[in-house]
């Protein structure tokens, strides 16, 4: 296997542009994932009392998501055609919802340290965004499409409109026991996000599977970003469980029962697909020679690494599993080297380009 280094040869394959992040017009939609991956490992230290580690996580996922902002509306004002073209793609357009997700992971971090006026703040930006979003990328990316069969754009990225979904549930069902005054509505919209991004996951995993029966597996398409599928369970879980802990309410007590056992059955099929995305990872790099370079979507494997981990210790505390806390503890170790290797490669790959050719 080649080290990671920085890819000289920018490509496009499915759901992972490798252009430089710090040029507007060429920044991937999906570049969230950093927030995603920052944020998350940061929650898992932060539930096990690495507090100081946790805070420097959080504080690399708050600039980055600033810095993401700034760049994305600056493409926005003065590359508009290149948005666009990412929007219309629908092998790119799932990464819009990477900002939806990483904005809900951001505010989740934010509420364990008790900035409840920020999250609550990002808990309305994640959801705007989740709703309009939910919308405008099916309707331009596939039904505005006149090339067709759309399933063979079908990738990993799709995932994150799942990711999305669940980020919104996990951070109303965070704040519920806080705004004792808006607990009717945190339970609502927890519920619904929750639902939506089940049915979703569903939709999404259904149609990924037919690309891959229909069309010949090329090497090279089989991206980081097929990780968040594992992810997308993880993050579903972790709603779950939140969401069996909220205080009574109607839309809670509908649904608590049937919530908390189906967190179960979803950590379970997490923890299943975990070794066969891993034996993909083998194929891919070992069997394929495909090189294992630098990319934005490497943050597409960090955050379901670290979400597995948020996953197993939320659902073994709220449903009294030790062993299923234990595994959640012991993998976060998993979840922080990623990290260290991804980022410590990001500031590889942004010196390589920035620095004058010899």
Not at 70 to 95: P, T
Not at 255 to 265: D, I, S, Y
Request: aromatic share 12%.
């Amino acid at each position: 296997m080649q080290p990671i280094q920085d890819q000289q040869q920018p490509q496009k394959h499915a759901g992972t542009p490798t252009t430089p992040w710090w040029r507007p017009r060429d920044l991937t939609p999906g570049y969230f994932a950093l927030v995603m991956g920052s944020g998350i490992v940061s929650i898992s230290l932060h539930l096990r009392s690495y507090f100081i580690a946790s805070i420097m996580l959080l504080i690399i996922a708050a600039v980055s998501y600033v810095l993401l902002v700034v760049l994305n509306l600056w493409r926005l004002i003065g590359h508009r055609s290149a948005m666009a073209e990412d929007f219309y793609d629908i092998r790119q357009s799932f990464g819009f919802f990477t900002f939806v997700a990483g904005t809900g992971v951001l505010g989740s971090r934010l509420a364990l340290s008790g900035w409840w006026t920020t999250a609550v703040a990002l808990l309305v930006i994640a959801a705007i965004s989740w709703l309009a979003l939910g919308y405008l990328v099916p309707v331009f990316a596939v039904l505005g499409k006149a090339e067709r069969p759309i399933i063979k754009g079908a990738n990993g990225s799709w995932f994150v409109w799942v990711v999305g979904a669940q980020s919104v549930a996990v951070l109303a069902a965070t704040l519920e026991p806080v705004l004792a005054g808006s607990r009717d509505i945190l339970a609502i919209t927890a519920v619904f996000a929750w639902s939506i991004g089940l049915v979703l996951y569903v939709a999404v995993a259904v149609f990924v599977a037919l690309r891959m029966m229909s069309y010949p597996l090329d090497p090279r398409e089989f991206n980081p970003p097929y990780w968040v599928s594992m992810g997308a369970l993880a993050i579903t879980v972790v709603a779950a469980a939140r969401i069996a802990e909220m205080a009574p309410s109607p839309m809670v007590d509908a649904t608590r029962g049937l919530v908390a056992g189906m967190a179960v059955l979803f950590w379970c099929f997490a923890t299943w697909m975990i070794p066969a995305l891993f034996g993909i990872g083998i194929w891919r790099h070992m069997i394929a020679k495909v090189p294992l370079v630098y990319e934005p979507g490497l943050w597409s494997i960090v955050f379901p690494l670290g979400m597995y981990s948020v996953a197993g210790i939320y659902l073994g505390r709220v449903n009294q599993l030790p062993i299923v806390e234990a595994v959640g503890t012991a993998w976060m170790w998993v979840a922080v080297t990623a990290w260290i290797i991804t980022f410590a490669a990001m500031l590889r790959a942004i010196v390589l380009r920035i620095s004058p050719r010899r």
